[in-house]
């Protein structure tokens, strides 16, 4: 006699058919890039009651992930190792849990992990179901993992201002990941007339078209860009003001204060997801992604002596001189957020701009792009490539193409093949250059030296002369 799941005697599972091992990029403690790898680790455990098995097509990274392996955390947070990268997501669903409700199995899903507990760039990642939303059918997978954390992050920091269409928007680092969904959620989510924002003025066009009405070159006067324009006939003033490049001390000279006439009412303050943490932004990340602390101590002291935590973080300082209006924001997993997210990507009200996709065995190189802090957008890795859409560059991102298997840009490995062709001819082109100046001051110090002895021949001339001179003078003065 057989019962529900055995065949005399063999234990017939549920569970899909489903190798034992994946590949995945992962580290192996705390550390440099030494403790990157990419390589096997085993698959993980079935889902829990509200969980999804999901088979990863596209992660991407984010400076929280170098962060964490460099140990920003570590006395915070409990970590355990191998620990994969990334939070963001998007994918098929291949197993459910038994409570799950709102997907099924064969179901396209995007979303951003909660905490620290897994991570995302894996051929498979356990995620909790109230993290994902389905991703819109005609979103290829490597636009919607683009924008879960720092869409989430973007939104979460604006309404923490209370933002609202009568504000002024000040907003640094355009061209980031978080920067450039903000300053496009400003416009496609809040409905703000006037965005500011700062970049480098070579991505000054690129930033334009993400809706950016102003742009402030934040390296000008010697990167104190902002006291330009804090007083006088020039002053900018904003009732807004959102740091996501950790440049809070200059940003907080333009904003507005709406007891002195300057905004609206209701002017919103300033936002970091930078600076601090606060200890209200910690709790509130602890509470919102699950997350229990390293020590149970850490919570009851966050608690109790927020203003010791906020002191040392630099927190009181900054809201002080945002008089009272400041705060700091962590994102996390957020599924109600994702389904905002995708409806403003299928109407194509944002569009996520990607700095670089790299293939999974070159995730190491991903990383380096993202922690050398030369990233324009979002850098992706690519788990499984997606038929549906190849990347065609555009002055606003790396679009999909849909129905087109053909690649129409070059990979990584070419693109860096590329790099290093033109970085070889501009070696050359410097030392032919370097060549010709050698050359040239070559001649030139050789002139300068005939010029010199000539110089010193004329001085000992012209002492000879005034030498005769003076002794003709002696005689006549022996004369007289």
């Given at each position: 006699?057989?019962?529900?799941?055995?065949?005399?005697?063999?234990?017939?599972?549920?569970?899909?058919?489903?190798?034992?091992?994946?590949?995945?990029?992962?580290?192996?403690?705390?550390?440099?890039?030494?403790?990157?790898?990419?390589g096997k680790l085993?698959?993980?455990?079935?889902?829990?009651?509200?969980?999804?098995?999901?088979?990863?097509?596209?992660?991407?990274?984010?400076?929280?992930?170098?962060?964490?392996?460099?140990?920003?955390?570590?006395?915070?947070?409990?970590?355990?190792?191998?620990?994969?990268?990334?939070?963001?997501?998007?994918?098929?669903?291949?197993?459910?849990?038994?409570?799950?409700?709102?997907?099924?199995?064969g179901e396209e899903?995007?979303?951003?992990?909660?905490?620290?507990?897994?991570?995302?760039?894996?051929?498979?990642?356990?995620?909790?179901?109230?993290?994902?939303?389905?991703?819109?059918?005609?979103?290829?997978?490597?636009?919607?993992?683009?924008?879960?954390?720092?869409?989430?992050?973007?939104?979460?920091?604006?309404?923490?201002?209370?933002?609202?269409?009568?504000?002024?928007?000040?907003?640094?680092?355009?061209?980031?990941?978080?920067?450039?969904?903000?300053?496009?959620?400003?416009?496609?989510?809040?409905?703000?007339?006037w965005v500011a924002?700062?970049?480098?003025?070579?991505?000054?066009?690129?930033?334009?078209?993400?809706?950016?009405?102003?742009?402030?070159?934040?390296?000008?006067?010697?990167?104190?860009?902002?006291?330009?324009?804090?007083?006088?006939?020039?002053?900018?003033?904003?009732?807004?003001?959102?740091?996501?490049?950790?440049?809070?001390?200059?940003?907080?000279?333009?904003?507005?204060?709406?007891?002195?006439?300057?905004?609206?009412?209701?002017?919103?303050?300033?936002?970091?997801?930078?600076?601090?943490?606060?200890?209200?932004?910690?709790?509130?990340?602890?509470?919102?992604?699950?997350?229990?602390?390293?020590?149970?101590?850490?919570?009851?002291?966050?608690?109790?002596?927020?203003?010791?935590?906020?002191?040392?973080?630099?927190?009181?300082?900054?809201?002080?001189?945002?008089?009272?209006?400041?705060?700091?924001?962590?994102?996390?997993?957020?599924?109600?957020?994702?389904?905002?997210?995708?409806?403003?990507?299928?109407?194509?009200?944002?569009?996520?701009?990607?700095?670089?996709?790299?293939?999974?065995?070159?995730?190491?190189?991903?990383?380096?792009?993202?922690?050398?802090?030369?990233?324009?957008?979002?850098?992706?890795?690519?788990?499984?490539?997606?038929?549906?859409?190849?990347?065609?560059?555009?002055?606003?991102?790396?679009?999909?193409?849909?129905?087109?298997?053909?690649?129409?840009?070059?990979?990584?490995?070419?693109?860096?093949?590329?790099?290093?062709?033109?970085?070889?001819?501009?070696?050359?082109?410097?030392?032919?250059?370097?060549?010709?100046?050698?050359?040239?001051?070559?001649?030139?110090?050789?002139?300068?030296?005939?010029?010199?002895?000539?110089?010193?021949?004329?001085?000992?001339?012209?002492?000879?002369?005034?030498?005769?001179?003076?002794?003709?003078?002696?005689?006549?003065?022996?004369?007289?």
């Amino acid at each position: 006699m057989t019962t529900e799941g055995e065949i005399e005697g063999e234990i017939v599972s549920d569970r899909p058919a489903l190798p034992k091992e994946m590949d995945a990029f992962y580290w192996t403690g705390f550390g440099g890039p030494e403790v990157c790898k990419v390589g096997k680790l085993p698959l993980p455990g079935s889902p829990g009651p509200h969980q999804l098995l999901v088979k990863v097509h596209y992660a991407s990274l984010n400076p929280a992930d170098y962060q964490q392996r460099k140990g920003e955390a570590k006395h915070l947070l409990k970590y355990k190792f191998p620990k994969v990268f990334g939070f963001d997501f998007s994918g098929d669903v291949v197993e459910v849990g038994n409570e799950v409700k709102d997907f099924k199995i064969g179901e396209e899903v995007f979303g951003m992990v909660a905490g620290v507990r897994t991570g995302t760039a894996a051929e498979y990642v356990l995620v909790d179901d109230y993290v994902c939303a389905l991703k819109p059918a005609e979103i290829p997978h490597h636009l919607a993992a683009a924008v879960p954390l720092v869409g989430i992050t973007a939104e979460k920091a604006l309404k923490k201002c209370k933002i609202n269409d009568m504000h002024r928007v000040l907003i640094t680092g355009g061209s980031g990941g978080v920067g450039s969904i903000a300053v496009q959620l400003c416009k496609a989510e809040f409905g703000i007339e006037w965005v500011a924002t700062t970049s480098s003025e070579e991505s000054r066009g690129l930033v334009e078209s993400f809706g950016a009405d102003e742009v402030f070159d934040y390296e000008c006067n010697d990167r104190r860009w902002a006291e330009q324009f804090d007083s006088g006939t020039w002053r900018h003033v904003y009732d807004v003001v959102f740091d996501t490049q950790g440049d809070s001390k200059q940003a907080v000279l333009l904003l507005g204060d709406s007891t002195d006439g300057e905004g609206p009412k209701d002017a919103g303050g300033m936002v970091s997801i930078v600076d601090g943490p606060s200890a209200e932004a910690a709790l509130e990340w602890l509470k919102e992604s699950g997350t229990e602390p390293k020590h149970s101590y850490i919570t009851s002291f966050l608690e109790n002596f927020s203003w010791l935590w906020d002191s040392v973080n630099g927190v009181r300082s900054m809201r002080k001189k945002a008089k009272g209006k400041y705060w700091t924001v962590i994102g996390t997993g957020d599924g109600d957020a994702c389904r905002r997210l995708a409806t403003m990507l299928e109407s194509k009200s944002i569009v996520p701009h990607i700095d670089g996709v790299y293939p999974l065995a070159q995730a190491k190189d991903a990383l380096a792009r993202v922690e050398s802090g030369r990233a324009k957008g979002k850098v992706l890795i690519e788990v499984i490539p997606d038929a549906k859409a190849t990347f065609v560059e555009t002055d606003a991102s790396m679009e999909a193409v849909e129905g087109s298997s053909e690649p129409q840009a070059s990979s990584p490995a070419e693109e860096r093949v590329e790099v290093a062709k033109e970085a070889a001819m501009e070696a050359e082109e410097a030392v032919k250059k370097s060549e010709v100046e050698a050359k040239t001051s070559k001649e030139a110090a050789q002139t300068g030296l005939k010029d010199a002895a000539e110089g010193v021949s004329n001085a000992e001339a012209a002492a000879e002369e005034a030498e005769s001179a003076g002794a003709a003078v002696e005689r006549r003065e022996e004369r007289l």
